[in-house]
């Protein structure tokens, strides 16, 4: 009722949360001595009395807290690998099937990337050994870039979702359940 009574623009996004679905945050069982995070009141906040940036900040710390209320972000994804004069091409599609708490960060720029870092793309229905013929064909010459060294934000980042980056599930799941390397206090000390 706060948030509603702080900013009534987000009614319809209010009517999408489900106050009784808990996400990690409300796990306390790994919480080792006084731990106080950001912690929401019954009191609504003024927006008009806060700087743009503070503002802006708000939005984000409601937005990440609204999110863990609000359904699974789903979406189809496809792979369709081709082959021309013996050369394997592949081309992947994704099509959202339900915004989920999505709707909460999106903006008009945002566009998808793929895990490849190539831009989401919707691809037509398919079928196995159907033929496809190439309308146009660009050849580039590019170099791969390394990866970007990491600075403190990135690091703290790549602590917290490393899970995505090992291939054995069992490990990469535990890593989930643990919100990453370290805790909030040792990574906060990189």
Not at 123 to 136: E, F, K, N, V, Y
């Amino acid at each position: 009722d706060a948030l509603k009574r702080t900013d009534p623009a987000i009614d319809e996004t209010l009517r999408l949360i489900d106050p009784q679905q808990r996400s990690r945050a409300w796990n306390d069982k790994k919480i080792t001595g006084p731990h106080h995070g950001i912690i929401p009141t019954l009191e609504p906040a003024n927006l008009s009395a806060m700087s743009e940036k503070e503002r802006k900040v708000y939005e984000l710390i409601r937005a990440h807290f609204l999110a863990q209320f609000m359904p699974t972000h789903e979406y189809d994804r496809t792979v369709a690998t081709f082959e021309s004069n013996a050369v394997p091409l592949q081309a992947v599609g994704r099509r959202i099937v339900a915004q989920g708490w999505k709707i909460l960060f999106s903006s008009s720029s945002e566009e998808e990337v793929d895990e490849s870092g190539g831009r989401s793309q919707t691809l037509p229905m398919l079928q196995a050994g159907s033929r496809c013929d190439i309308q146009d064909l660009q050849l580039k010459a590019q170099k791969t870039e390394p990866p970007k060294p990491y600075t403190e934000g990135t690091l703290i980042k790549a602590m917290k979702t490393i899970a995505k980056l090992v291939k054995d599930p069992r490990l990469a799941q535990k890593l989930k359940e643990t919100t990453g390397i370290g805790t909030e206090a040792t990574r906060a000390a990189t």
